[in-house]
């Protein structure tokens, strides 16, 4: 039985300025979820967003007030070991809320995973794979240090698959900025872009047709996410994938995107889908459409993050990766073990639920008051 339904803020420094087209970030507010059942286990799940409101319509605030004020009051007494029926009645009742509800389904699978002794991969049909590729993303927004980060990254075995964040500045300089750090890196890396919606179609066919030229792999939401038939005009022009973000917000953005054929790759994000089962239902729709996956992520602390690496490790096709670095750009471990990042890859954790140990002496130090 559910027993107690806690929500925590934390705010922790990120390594760098994390410069977005939308917001600069310099630190990160975590919203974590743990639920107390009455059999003694207890679940961890996380909603952290991005740029308090800048990215979408839930602040780590507002999501923090309607669990606590409006959907654990649904949950509390409930059985805990049936998460579908759990799930169902805060669907019914609670409209959008969708990083609030991925974080509490999160939280009761975790549990459920613990009290069967299985991993969350397993309650999501069952891994693939055991290790996912993890991409950096470099937003430093200086040329010169982008590059010097990359170098760093790729002497360490961290990453080799680069992210840049574009579209604050205009489509020339981004363009010089991008084709520079492409130069300097060299064929043996992936270089991909990601506008955030920054652009407008004109500008989409005027900047990607030179990323595309010059070897980019990746265009990641270059208009905005209500003009589909705009990303999809560009998916036809352009030989470069074009993949959809902002736009995927569960299954049924999932449906209508692959029914306008607006992208060949969906950014899967469990939050951005409303949960770990949505998101795998969205996955699903892609694959049905031929559509590819990558996995995509809110920048999310470890519980977040290991959540995400159980369901992409469920993927049969991951072929252009994960960005699964999220703890990795905070400056405070929250874990007793810290997730694993080794030659390229995050280890998907093996233990049960989602196989990792929040260290409450360090959360307690960190924790909003
Ligand atoms: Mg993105």
């Known amino acids: 039985m559910i027993q107690a339904i806690?929500?925590?803020?934390?705010?922790?420094?990120?390594?760098?300025?994390?410069?977005?087209?939308?917001?600069?970030?310099?630190?990160?507010?975590?919203?974590?979820?743990?639920?107390?059942?009455?059999?003694?286990?207890?679940?961890w799940g996380e909603a952290t967003t991005i740029g308090g409101l800048n990215y979408g319509d839930e602040s780590p605030e507002s999501i923090k007030v309607n669990i606590d004020t409006h959907i654990a009051p649904l949950l509390l007494g409930m059985t805990a070991d049936n998460v579908a029926a759990c799930m169902a009645r805060v669907r019914k009742v609670i409209q959008g809320n969708r990083f609030a509800k991925c974080a509490i389904e999160t939280a009761l699978m975790d549990a459920q995973g613990k009290r069967l002794g299985v991993p969350v991969s397993d309650l999501l049909g069952g891994r693939l794979r055991d290790a996912l590729p993890v991409a950096w993303t470099l937003a430093s927004g200086d040329t010169r240090k982008d590059i010097a980060e990359a170098e760093a990254m790729l002497e360490q075995r961290r990453h080799r698959i680069f992210k840049l964040k574009i579209g604050a500045r205009s489509v020339e300089d981004d363009v010089r900025h991008v084709l520079a750090i492409k130069k300097a890196l060299g064929d043996a890396v992936s270089i991909r872009v990601d506008v955030n919606m920054a652009w407008s179609e004109l500008e989409a066919q005027q900047g990607i047709a030179a990323l595309q030229a010059g070897g980019i792999d990746l265009i990641e939401q270059p208009v905005r996410s209500e003009q589909s038939a705009a990303l999809a005009r560009l998916s036809r022009r352009f030989t470069v994938p074009m993949m959809a973000d902002e736009a995927l917000k569960g299954p049924l953005s999932a449906l209508s995107l692959v029914g306008e054929a607006a992208a060949s790759v969906f950014a899967i994000k469990i939050a951005q889908s409303g949960g770990l089962v949505p998101a795998r239902l969205a996955a699903d729709i892609a694959q049905l459409a031929g559509v590819s996956l990558y996995g995509g992520t809110m920048l999310e602390g470890a519980v977040g993050t290991a959540a995400s690496a159980h369901l992409f490790s469920t993927f049969d096709d991951l072929s252009f990766g994960t960005e699964l670095f999220g703890p990795l750009l905070l400056t405070q471990e929250i874990l007793a073990e810290p997730l694993v990042y080794r030659d390229f890859m995050l280890q998907v954790p093996t233990g049960p639920g989602l196989g990792i140990q929040v260290d409450m002496d360090r959360l307690d130090a960190l924790r909003r008051r």
């Open 6 to 43: 806690e929500t925590i803020l934390a705010d922790i420094p990120t390594v760098r300025a994390h410069k977005l087209s939308v917001a600069t970030m310099q630190s990160q507010t975590l919203v974590l979820v743990r639920i107390r059942c009455r059999d003694g286990i207890e679940g």
